[in-house]
């Protein structure tokens, strides 16, 4: 049996084709007994809008697109989780593309979403301020998540880095750690930045007489099990590993299990955000809701899409201690596992 056409329901209908598509996108100007007729007409026949043409129509594509820095890890899926649950409650789909450079090809890759989508959402913090206002069509609404603060007339959401950090070293330190090294993020990445930042401030505020170490890392497991080897080849004192996030504090963590290394009795290990893997592991960190940080970019976007106020503001949100297994207090065996607010 043929699909059901938009002539199909105009004709059981008795109406115009205009007025089908008029009621059926939900247009003022169609009378409600015409409204119930066209709804009627086309639930009897079973009729579908095309998308594509629904989207011309309104001069909408009721899609959405995301810009991250990788679509691989579990960080990445628990954001995009998020967005995709909002945005399909309000009728949109993401259109995904990810940009690891600031290199043409990341530009191309940007304006390639006009014209495709009805909003950006842009998480690229490893991006320049220059590059980004460069390559972005004006006319696109646009969300950054943790973008240069350099731009400030598009509406942006922002991790409180420095509070969280704080936060940790506080808890590390009356824990009785002292020496606690920080795996840094990739140069250039907001994140990473202001997470140094974070972390020399909380030192000088909990413990002003230890020098902070700070060792090169890229947010892998990898570079995670790469920290551990500069520690113990260069006999870095420590007796904590803060990682700013947690697949470089897992891979700590295996490195220190690997060499038999005691955790947290030798060495005590944290991370940052909080993924599915670290909660499995029993990682101390800092949960940064992920996901709901996601939803709260769709709600934001499609509130300016649909005739919101023009809110640039820069919407902060803190960030929560949770205490596991790799940090229990030195003076005792393990500590039980808490969480506290940031």
């Known amino acids: 049996m043929a699909e059901a056409t938009i002539r199909d329901v105009a004709r059981r209908a008795q109406v115009s084709i205009a007025s ?4 059926l996108n939900g247009l003022g100007n169609v009378r409600q007994e015409t409204r119930e007729r066209v709804i009627a007409a086309a639930a009897e026949l079973g009729y579908v809008p095309h998308a594509g043409a629904r989207s011309l129509s309104l001069a909408r594509a009721h899609a959405v697109g995301v810009v991250l820095p990788d679509l691989h890890g579990e960080f990445f899926s628990e954001f995009v989780r998020g967005m995709d649950r909002e945005a399909s409650r309000h009728g949109y789909v993401l259109l995904l593309s990810n940009i690891h450079d600031e290199s043409e090809q990341a530009a191309n890759a940007l304006r390639a979403m006009r014209g495709r989508v009805d909003g950006l959402i842009v998480m690229a913090p490893h991006l320049g301020a220059e590059m980004l206002r460069t390559a972005l069509p004006p006319t ?4 950054f998540i ?23 070293v506080a808890h590390l330190v009356a ?30 505020r909990h413990a002003p007489d230890v020098e902070p170490v700070i060792l090169a890392g890229d947010f892998s497991e990898e570079g995670g099990e790469a920290a551990i080897r500069t520690i113990r080849e260069n006999a870095i004192p420590c007796d904590a590993v803060f990682a700013a996030n947690d697949m ?31 909660r499995y592991l029993g990682v101390t960190t800092v949960r940064v809701r ?20 023009a809110d640039v503001r820069a919407e902060r949100h803190g960030a929560e ?12 065996p393990q500590a039980s596992s808490r969480e506290e607010p940031c």
């Open 248 to 278: 470089m504090a897992i891979g700590c963590l295996q490195a220190l299990k690997a060499a038999g290394i005691d955790v947290p009795g030798g060495i005590a290990v944290a991370g940052f955000d909080d993924v599915p893997l670290a």
């Open 175 to 204: 824990n009785g750690h002292r020496r606690i090294v920080h795996v840094a993020g990739p140069e250039g990445n907001v994140d990473a930045r202001e997470r140094v930042v974070g972390y020399r401030a909380a030192m000088a």
């Open 290 to 309: 992920i996901a709901e940080m996601g939803a709260r970019a769709i709600e934001r976007l499609i509130d300016l899409l649909e005739g919101g106020p």
């Open 140 to 143: 696109l609404p646009s969300l």
């Open 146 to 168: 943790n973008g240069p603060e350099e731009i400030d007339d598009r509406p942006t959401l922002r991790l409180d880095n420095v509070g969280a950090m704080d936060a940790m």
């Open 20 to 23: 089908v598509s008029r009621a």
């Open 321 to 332: 201690l949770v205490v596991r297994d790799t940090t229990a207090a030195r003076a005792r």
